[in-house]
């Protein structure tokens, strides 16, 4: 499904990601651990190509948006193509980044029209179901001053969903709220576990990585560190590195 | 106070004030009409990446915030036509001047707002696929609009005052109406009712923006 390789990316003079290989395949789980700075958001954001990256290649469904020239550095695909691929895959922000000025019918009808051409019906038939699906469908007249965090999260899960991406990436979807709060966001990400949808999650929820990713990757200084079975990296058995991360995370 | 006791003269001196209200209310129009999506394209050529078109930009803006619009209107109707073979008419030359200026203050305005907007904003739209026009347009405009009502009803309040100095390049404009009337009738009380004019047009603006405002409270950012 994903294939991302070496990827190399620095920021002026530090470099964030020092070669990170990740491949998700379908219906897998995948949730990213690791301390502050030590690159998740930075791998997230390059393969949503809100970032791009110094070199390294990633494929999404057999087909590649970026790799490396024979010059070492990386080439992405013309942006027409690359587009097209881009819209395989869906982000959800921890501060949601909704549109303040539109409902939050409105906020999951929007890119539907725009980017998929759909018509008003079907965009709004489609929109309904995923508020519904979120535990929504009441809020759809709100806008999202009015909402709490979580049910704004729960609303750009939503957006998210609307585009029927075949991947979609969290990045600490869960940090901006408090626990009660993220458990009602932590319940619609399960559900979509359930689903066998694929999906990339950030998290700092050790118990939610352990009970829903299928896999757990652990990074720290632009690396990954450790990457294997949920059980195997969190469980009892796990490493030197995990039990002092998890120490200072209070897991 | 002769015109405020008297109806009837009252009425008589708006009548000869008549030609005037239309060119002040001309000259009013026209400059929003023309500054304002002047100044939205000088905001965009501001932030350009390119400094090709950033550095004219921010020259442009200097220039007509540094110097007096009396000097620029001046400018325009005596120098253009020195250095060009174009002539211009007073009120033409008017409504040049005011729109070049007040797209400066407009373009600086604009520019604030979209600033404003958060990064994240531009972000989700990339990861939803839409395009920059209907990013820009769908997106980000609608919430810069939010934000600069305040400061751009400012500027229309002080450009209903400003129309009075195209009576320096003799336009006749209300101001004017109002001194010609004041010296014939040898009194200063058409001033004072040229002053009472200015002030019912910016309470019709000052409704007018509360309106918008009122429209545009639908959410808070
Ligand atoms: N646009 C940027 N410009 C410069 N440095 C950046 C930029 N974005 C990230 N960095 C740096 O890259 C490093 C990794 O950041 P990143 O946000 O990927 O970490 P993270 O693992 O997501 O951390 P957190 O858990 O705090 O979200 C940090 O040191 C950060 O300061
Ligand atoms: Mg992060």
């Known amino acids: 499904m994903l294939q991302a390789k070496d990827i190399y990316k620095r920021f002026g003079e530090s470099e964030v990601l020092k070669g990170v290989t990740l491949n998700v395949s379908r219906g897998e789980v995948v949730a990213i651990i690791g301390r502050s700075g030590s690159g998740k958001s930075t791998l997230l954001r ?35 193509e690359l587009r097209g691929l881009l819209l395989k895959m869906g982000l959800v922000f921890q501060d949601y980044n909704l549109f303040p000025h539109y409902s939050a019918l409105q906020n999951v009808t929007a890119a539907q029209r725009m980017t998929l051409r759909r018509s008003p019906q ?58 009660q709060l993220t458990q009602e966001v932590l319940s619609v990400i399960r559900q979509l576990a359930k689903e066998k949808r694929t999906m990339i ?20 200084g632009g690396r990954v560190v450790e990457d294997g079975a949920a059980q195997d990296v969190l469980g009892s058995a796990r490493s030197e590195a995990i039990r002092q991360f998890a120490g200072e995370v209070g897991y | ?31 929003l009409l023309i500054s304002i999506p002047l100044g939205m394209v000088v905001a965009l050529l501001r932030m350009s990446r390119h400094k ?13 915030r540094g110097t007096p619009l ?32 007040y797209a400066a203050y407009f373009a600086e305005i604009f520019r604030g707002g979209i600033e404003s907007i958060p990064v994240g904003q531009y972000e989700a739209c990339r990861v939803l696929g ?39 390049i003799a336009v006749a ?49």
């Open chain 2, 173 to 221: 404009e209300l101001f004017r109406a109002a001194k010609n009337e004041a010296s014939r009738a040898a009194t200063i009380e058409p001033l004072f009712v040229a002053g009472v004019i200015y002030l019912l047009m910016n309470g019709v603006v000052t409704i007018a923006f509360s309106r918008m405002n009122r429209a545009l409270a639908y959410y808070k950012d």
């Open chain 1, 46 to 80: 390059c393969l949503n190509h809100l970032e791009t990256v110094d070199a390294g290649s990633i494929a999404i469904d057999g087909q590649t948006m970026v790799e490396n020239g024979p010059d070492g550095r990386a080439h992405y695909r013309p942006d027409k």
């Open chain 1, 122 to 179: 079907e965009a709004e038939q489609r929109a309904m179901l995923l508020l519904e699906k979120v535990g929504l469908a009441d809020k759809a007249g709100e806008y999202p001053c009015n909402l709490s965090g979580g049910q704004c999260q729960r609303v750009a899960i939503a957006r998210a969903l609307a585009m029927d991406p075949e991947l979609l990436c969290f990045d600490e979807p869960t940090s901006a709220l408090d626990p």
């Open chain 2, 130 to 168: 839409l395009s920059k026009v209907q990013t820009f347009s769908h997106i980000i405009l609608p919430q810069v609009v939010k934000r600069v009502v305040l400061p751009v009803s400012n500027e229309v309040i002080t450009l209903v005052k400003d129309t009075s100095l195209a009576n320096v």
């Open chain 2, 52 to 64: 090709a078109l950033r550095l004219p930009m921010s020259l442009y803006i200097l220039v007509m």
């Open chain 2, 70 to 101: 009396m000097l620029q209107l001046f400018a325009i109707y005596f120098a253009v036509p020195m250095l060009t073979p174009f002539h211009m008419d007073r009120l033409v030359a008017t409504i040049v001047a005011f729109a070049l200026n």
């Open chain 1, 201 to 220: 999650v950030v998290t700092h929820e050790m118990n939610f990585a352990r009970d829903v990713a299928d896999r757990v990757i652990y990074m720290d």
């Open chain 2, 1 to 31: 106070m002769h015109y405020f006791n008297d109806p009837h003269a009252l009425l008589q001196l708006l009548r000869a004030m008549r030609g005037g209200i239309v060119t002040t209310l001309t000259i009013f129009f026209a400059t």
